[in-house]
């Protein structure tokens, strides 16, 4: 056997144990002429009852009746190659998405001499694929489903808080009416003024709520609306917060240590001052009587993120109770005025941006908040 014939032999054995993919040859008309034993898996046909047809057959009929086969000759004759996925069919009349590459071959003096056939199985493949749009499309749904459902909850929070207003507004001063005409008639007692003391407490708080669902609103429809970018330098920031928290009586002591390792964010000015701002009078208003409040505030970068981090030694939260520190109107310490939506709109506006926000701390031992601002590339 000389050399060329035992090369022959070798490629024809290698390509007849393919299994996994359909490898066969073509005359230059499109006639089968070898047959590999992954193509009789693939195709369901044997060598010899596909052996001298034409190659259409391997096509759905509705390929075959719109002249694909010749199509593809006619492609891989002009490009050298013809590559596609596409539905081909097994002898079962069954169909399956394959991978196909049809090459043509020539001899050395340059003639046409046919075609090779790679054929692979890609239905699994494509179940999957059309299984992640499937979802995809859920989610895209759902996507938007929450978001016409947050859309009425904001219209809802925006129309009650401003339908209660008049009449609490009211009710306030018709209180304050009916304690002035009870000192004018002397029928005001201890009991009487205590009594009135409570429900002007109550409606206060009343208000309170109604202007923390209105900043809740006014928080939504300000991501909508995607509030203006600027530089913000972070000390000038804080100093103006400093000078709102400050008591002239110096009944809330507190000190503050600072590191500004990142001296700029790129950022809204509102959105900023209100996350430091919430964060600097927590920290100060829910300090620890048994020690001085400390408080440490560090600005780094840590890629893609300019990390904010505002750290104090007050009385902590257990970490049962963690998970809802970021809730709408939830309290863990009592004794202090508050309505708990500070961290709410905290976490909100953070997380609109495309930021996050953590939270390390213990019942007792301060509390530890990092805000992730993305950094602009």
Not at 15 to 30: C, E, M, R, S, T
Not at 59 to 78: R, S, V
Not at 298 to 316: A, F, I, M, Q, S
Not at 324 to 342: N, P, W
Request: charged share 30%; proline share 2%.
């Amino acid at each position: 056997m000389s050399p060329l014939t035992i090369s022959e032999s070798a490629s024809a054995n290698f390509i007849n144990q393919i299994k996994d993919y359909a490898v066969f040859a073509l005359d230059p008309h499109g006639i089968v002429t070898t047959w590999n034993q992954g193509a009789q898996r693939l195709k369901g046909y044997q060598e010899e009852e596909i052996m001298g047809h034409f190659f259409g057959k391997l096509f759905p009929d509705i390929y075959q009746q719109a002249g694909k086969p010749q199509e593809e000759l006619e492609l891989a004759l002009k490009h050298g190659t013809y590559e596609a996925e596409d539905w081909r069919k097994r002898k079962d009349g069954s169909h399956f998405w394959a991978s196909v590459t049809l090459t043509a071959i020539y001899a050395e003096d340059g003639q046409h001499i046919g075609f090779t056939k790679v054929t692979g199985d890609l239905t699994r493949q494509k179940e999957l694929q059309e299984k992640l749009a499937a979802r995809r499309k859920s989610l895209r749904h759902k996507n938007e489903e929450l978001q016409r459902i947050n859309l009425d909850l904001d219209n809802f929070i925006y129309t009650v808080s401003h339908d209660l207003r008049s009449p609490i507004h009211n009710i306030e001063g018709l209180m304050k009416l009916l304690q002035l005409e009870l000192r004018e008639t002397n029928c005001f007692s201890k009991e009487t003024e205590g009594v009135l003391q409570r429900v002007l407490a109550s409606v206060d708080r009343f208000k309170r709520t109604i202007e923390d669902l209105t900043r809740v609103s006014r928080l939504q429809k300000d991501a909508s609306t995607s509030l203006g970018e600027e530089v913000i330098s972070v000390k000038e920031v804080y100093e103006d917060i400093m000078a709102d928290l400050q008591n002239p009586s110096g009944r809330d002591r507190f000190f503050v240590k600072t590191d500004f390792q990142v001296y700029q964010v790129r950022f809204s000015r509102k959105n900023f001052r209100s996350i430091l701002y919430n964060l600097l009078s927590n920290a100060i208003k829910y300090q620890s009587p048994e020690r001085e409040c400390i408080i440490e505030l560090e600005t780094r970068l840590e890629e893609p993120y300019v990390v904010l981090t505002v750290k104090d030694n007050g009385l902590g939260i257990g970490k049962a109770s963690q998970e809802q520190l970021f809730t709408m109107f939830r309290r863990f310490h009592h004794h202090v005025e508050g309505t708990g939506i500070g961290l709410f709109m905290v976490k909100r506006i953070i997380e609109n941006s495309g930021g996050k926000v953590e939270v390390t701390s213990e019942a007792g031992a301060g509390a530890e908040f990092r805000v992730y601002f993305l950094a602009p590339l």
